[in-house]
């Protein structure tokens, strides 16, 4: 049973960082992309970073590309997500997810993801 436990949210003010972790375990590493996904106000779940475990490959939704990292301790098994230059659009809950994938580059389609996380609220105040 593949289980997600995220935390680091938190209030930041505009222009601070946050880092986002996500502990992980219960599947096969080499054959799952993480993802993290954010519901915010007024908005759709969208999909923010994801990288895919066999290849290292990630992909970003565009607002953030230039400003979030998404990366990984396979020792601690946790992926993390480095959000830089925070802005008050990107205040929601961030959710971590896997899905089982053989592609190289993982989506961002919160539909593909199996397993989900509780959650993690971030405040940018504007």
């Known amino acids: 049973q593949v289980q997600l436990v995220e935390s680091g949210g938190g209030l930041v003010q505009p222009g601070g960082s946050l880092r986002l972790a996500c502990v992980a375990s219960?599947?096969?590493?080499?054959?799952?992309?993480v993802g993290w996904f954010r519901r915010t106000p007024g908005k759709e779940r969208e999909g923010v970073a994801c990288?895919?475990?066999?290849?290292?490959?990630?992909n970003y939704e565009a607002s953030v590309k230039d400003r979030f990292v998404i990366s990984r301790d396979k020792d601690k098994d946790t992926w993390y997500l480095q959000m830089n230059n925070l802005k008050p659009e990107d205040t929601g809950a961030y959710f971590c997810?896997?899905?089982?994938?053989?592609?190289?580059?993982?989506?961002?389609?919160?539909?593909?993801?199996?397993?989900w996380g509780q959650g993690t609220q971030v405040t940018v105040p504007s």
């Open positions: 219960g599947f096969d590493y080499g054959f799952y992309s």
């Open positions: 997810a896997s899905e089982w994938t053989t592609q190289a580059l993982c989506g961002l389609r919160s539909s593909t993801y199996d397993y």
């Open positions: 990288l895919q475990n066999a290849v290292g490959t990630a």
